[in-house]
């Protein structure tokens, strides 16, 4: 019985799911002196979510204000995890957004950039051609460089995100799958190994939200995609440095294509630059190597590498796997459940949610106490799903 079983079975806090958004969740809920379990279904570390890999983008320009305005404390709250954990986290590199001057996507940055006062440069096609001679544009293309972007190491951060909330008294049982969630005043929560109770959860469980979710009545929009991260080689005879000069950079609709590519200079695979394509195949968790193939999306990089990066052999040197986890609009999802206050729910980062993991950290803390969050979550509400799916017409403009 939970009597028997000891104190250890009763927390003030539990959060289920140890992936960055996770980890950071229960860091700030030990730092506010909560009692706090950290539920893993898997061994720690492990490369079958969405937070493994050696590098994530950290970047202040965003086309949206409520993004740009969460950023200022993300970069303080890393900079203190680097100063607690004694580590590096991040090293700072500048990033090209990349598009053509008429595209109504890549405008929405600009304006935003010049609008949020984003320390940055415009700079030409001929401009960009000698401060980074290993990425050609095409005509109409511009490039504007975020100077406050750089390389966040994700393994790193999360190990330090986890050892930082033992520091402070956090419990962090992994391979230890959560299968049922009973609500109430006090929560019980059932995994392959026992039961706990807690006043305040978090569920923080990337692409298998819906699966703890659904039996508690709620169904959110939620895609998880496969990725294929790829890396790329310099060709024989390229210039010394060539890629180690490379900025990271982000590629609005380049090549006609409807999603963004992007990239990250050599760093974790020495020689190796990171190109991507900022989309993916549907995919069913738990079976991510199933059918569907990747191979539209490496046609679709090896056709951009081609043509941008021509420094670069138009074959990826390595091939990974990561999972987004996309919501319709790929907007996070940052909110309370709606008829059960005491659970706070982090979802659909949509594969960009990694640079903000200290603050939605911080907000699902928030959350999961019952306190005023410190940010405006309108765009982050599970509401806007169902009024979505509700209304026949448009609302009025
Ligand atoms: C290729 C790639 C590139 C990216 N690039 C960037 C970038 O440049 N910049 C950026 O900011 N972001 C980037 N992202 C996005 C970012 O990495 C994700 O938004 C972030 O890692 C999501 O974290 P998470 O904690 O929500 O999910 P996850 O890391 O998947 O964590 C969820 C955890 O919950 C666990 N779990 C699930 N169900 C249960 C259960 N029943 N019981 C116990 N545990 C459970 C899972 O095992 C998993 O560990 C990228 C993502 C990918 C894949
Ligand atoms: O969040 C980011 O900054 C990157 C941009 C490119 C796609 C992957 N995520």
Redesign the pocket.
Known sequence: SLLSAGPSRFYDAIV????????FAAYHLAKRGQKTLL????PLP?T??????Q????RTAYPQDYYTAMLGEAYRLWAELEEEAGTKLHRQTPMLVLGRKDNPAFQRFWDAMQRNHVPSEALTAESLAQRFPGIHLRGGEVAVCDHTAGI?F?DKAVKAGQDQFQRNGGTIRDG????GILPGAVITVT?SQGQYRAKHLVV?????AN??LAPLGLHLPLQPLR?T?CYWRAKAGSPPGLLEKLPCFLGINLNGEKRDL?GLPAGEYPGLVKV?YHYGTPVDPDHPDQPGSSAPDLRILQDFVSKYLPGLEPEPAVQER????NTPDEDFVLDRHPHFRNIAI??G?????????PVVGKILCELSLGEEPSYDLVPFQISRFSSQLKAPCKPPN
């Open positions: 289920v799911g140890a992936g960055i958004q996770g980890t539920l893993e279904q898997f492990h079958r979510g969405s937070s493994h890999g590098s994530r983008i950290i966040l994700a230890e799958k959560v299968h995994t923080t469980a990337g692409a298998w699966r703890l990725i991260v992007y991507c990561c999972m987004y986890t982090g979802a980062f949509s594969g960009h949610g990694f640079k903000f993991a």
